[in-house]
């Protein structure tokens, strides 16, 4: 692309600050032929430590999780 070392992280560094920002206001990033970022609230639950067996409430919190687009899970199908 023609681009220095150091323009390269710093537009790397733009864009995932921008996705970050975008997370942060509860709102999803889909990166075309790559996946989507997705942000899921979960409930409050009740977990159980499994050493000792006692029952610990998990309070209810957000997560980010990641779904890879169909054309990203076929190049890695075809690499393997």
Known sequence: MGLSRAE???LV???LNKM???L???ENVKISGFGSFILRDKRERV???PKTGVEVPITPRRV???RASQLL???I???S
């Open 8 to 10: 390269s992280l710093d």
């Open 13 to 15: 560094e733009a864009i």
């Open 20 to 22: 970050g920002e975008a």
């Open 24 to 26: 942060e206001g509860g």
């Open 47 to 49: 977990g159980r430590n």
């Open 64 to 66: 980010m999780t990641f």
């Open 73 to 75: 899970k076929d190049r």
């Open 77 to 79: 199908a075809k690499a």
